[in-house]
């Protein structure tokens, strides 16, 4: 974990799916957060685990020296109380690190079997007597995402200087969202899913509809309103890495970033560039210019436009998307599946399913144990042949440093502009 003079900075990372996973821990990430069933903000937004894979999870991560964060996050109704019970005592059970969670019910139940926990983005907390409240319970709070950093840096003040404990006895910690898809609603509490599809973004069902275009019309004179955009309630992601200096400065020690839903290359991206920014930070490094190339590197990766500052800075909410989905600056093009990989003379054999594959041309490869692993071959061969251009069909081998699996999904990486 990086720090400096005893001083340390989480690096959180998204894990929807196992790949995720693996591509958040090689990538440098402090710690790991994630679900299972449907009792978490991202039960219909991603592949999500299985109870069953929660030992698996905390074995592979301890190893890797990766804390473990599991999301009970969701509102709870009197028959969730029982399967939240469970999935927590499970987690305990497993060597889970800690439970990430929003409603009371789960707060005490985790709280009361002596596992550690850390307050949810969903209870919005705004001022330091609520940072007292909760230090009752849990040793890390996650404050508002609207909170402007002069508060944030009063609220890590307080806590110092007031010594505000959780139940380990040591200083509680401050999380902040640093990076990726915002929510129209305060701290993400929104009603207009449930209310237009019966579907509860509370309770991790969001259909995102506030991400479609839309016409405002007056219904008593019919007149539609001329909108520069009409994407008018599906914000620009978020984006500190330009800033992270000043968001570092404010005390907070934990970054979580957002993307549970994202594609393990996503996960691979934002996990590696802010490792790089929050080291370059302790290391008197951080300059503008880098924040300038990081954000480049982010652009790679999916993104509906950057919101640079945020309300971190004290803007207001206005930086639309302009569009529905992706403004990356890449796109990656399905190729084909790993068919072997032979150990001794890393060699990658790949059956090309679909499109054709130039010598040259950047790979992906990704897989739920592989995770991420990009490779531009110098060579390629066919029927044992050098060739500098394969298609549909053929059986082609190169060069692959790192292990990769039977049945790894290999994709082109090409930039958009060359279209």
């Given at each position: 974990m990086p720090s400096l003079n005893g001083r340390m900075i989480e690096i959180m990372s998204p894990a929807g799916s196992w790949a995720a996973l693996r591509a958040a821990v090689n990538a440098g990430a402090n710690s790991v957060y994630f679900g299972v069933g449907q009792l978490n903000m991202r039960?219909?937004?991603?592949?999500?685990?299985?109870?069953?894979?929660?030992?698996?999870?905390?074995?592979?991560?301890?190893?890797?020296?990766?804390?473990?964060?599991?999301?009970?996050?969701?509102?709870?109704?009197?028959?969730?109380?029982?399967?939240?019970?469970?999935v927590i005592d499970e987690a305990k059970r497993a060597g889970i690190t800690a439970i990430i969670a929003s409603d009371l019910s789960a707060i005490q139940y985790t709280h009361s079997i002596g596992m550690e926990l850390h307050i949810s983005t969903q209870c919005n907390i705004s001022n330091i007597?609520?940072?007292?409240?909760?230090?009752?319970?849990?040793?890390?709070?996650?404050?508002?995402?609207?909170?402007?950093?002069?508060?944030?840096?009063d609220i890590?003040?307080?806590?110092?200087?007031?010594?505000?404990?959780?139940?380990?006895?040591?200083?509680?910690?401050?999380?902040?969202?640093?990076?990726?898809?915002?929510?129209?609603?305060?701290?993400?509490k929104c009603y207009m899913s449930i209310a237009t599809e019966n579907s509860s973004a509370n309770r991790g069902a969001c259909r995102q509809n506030c991400r479609h275009s839309y016409k405002?019309?007056?219904?008593?004179?019919g007149d539609e309103l001329v909108l520069e955009n009409e994407y008018i309630m599906?914000?620009?992601?978020?984006?500190?890495?330009t800033f992270l200096d000043k968001i570092l400065d404010s005390g907070v020690s934990v970054l979580k970033l957002e993307g549970r839903g994202r594609p393990a290359e996503y996960v691979d991206t934002v996990t590696r560039v802010y490792r790089e920014a929050a080291?370059?930070?302790?290391?008197?490094?951080?300059?503008?210019?880098?924040?300038q190339a990081w954000t480049t590197e982010l652009e790679t990766v999916f993104n509906r436009g950057f919101w640079q500052g945020g309300y971190y800075l004290g803007k207001k909410l206005g930086e639309w998307s302009g569009v529905y989905g992706s403004k990356t600056t890449t796109k990656k093009?399905?190729?084909?599946?790993?068919?072997?990989?032979?150990?001794?003379?890393?060699?990658?054999?790949?059956?090309?399913?679909?499109?054709?594959?130039?010598?040259?041309?950047?790979?992906?490869?990704?897989?739920?144990?592989?995770?991420?692993?990009?490779?531009?071959?110098?060579?390629?061969?066919?029927?044992?042949?050098?060739?500098?251009?394969a298609k549909k069909e053929d059986v082609i081998s190169f060069v692959v440093p790192e292990r990769v699996r039977k049945t790894d999904k290999v994709y082109i990486i090409k930039n958009k502009e060359d279209d």
């Open positions: 039960a219909k937004g991603a592949v999500n685990f299985d109870i069953k894979d929660l030992e698996e999870i905390a074995s592979y991560c301890t190893k890797n020296d990766v804390k473990t964060y599991l999301t009970v996050n969701t509102i709870l109704y009197n028959h969730d109380i029982t399967l939240m019970k469970q007597e609520a940072v007292k409240f909760f230090a009752n319970f849990a040793d890390v709070v996650v404050l508002a995402r609207e909170l402007p950093l002069q508060q944030i840096a890590c003040t307080a806590i110092k200087e007031e010594n505000i404990t959780g139940p380990s006895g040591k200083l509680v910690q401050v999380e902040v969202f640093a990076h990726g898809a915002l929510c129209v609603a305060i701290s993400g405002v019309i007056d219904q008593e004179t599906s914000p620009k992601d978020l984006c500190t890495v080291e370059a930070y302790l290391a008197g490094e951080f300059t503008k210019e880098k924040g093009i399905l190729l084909g599946r790993i068919s072997h990989y032979f150990v001794k003379a890393q060699v990658a054999e790949c059956t090309i399913e679909t499109n054709e594959v130039d010598l040259g041309d950047k790979l992906l490869i990704t897989g739920p144990t592989t995770g991420v692993l990009y490779v531009t071959p110098e060579e390629i061969r066919l029927d044992d042949t050098a060739v500098k251009h």
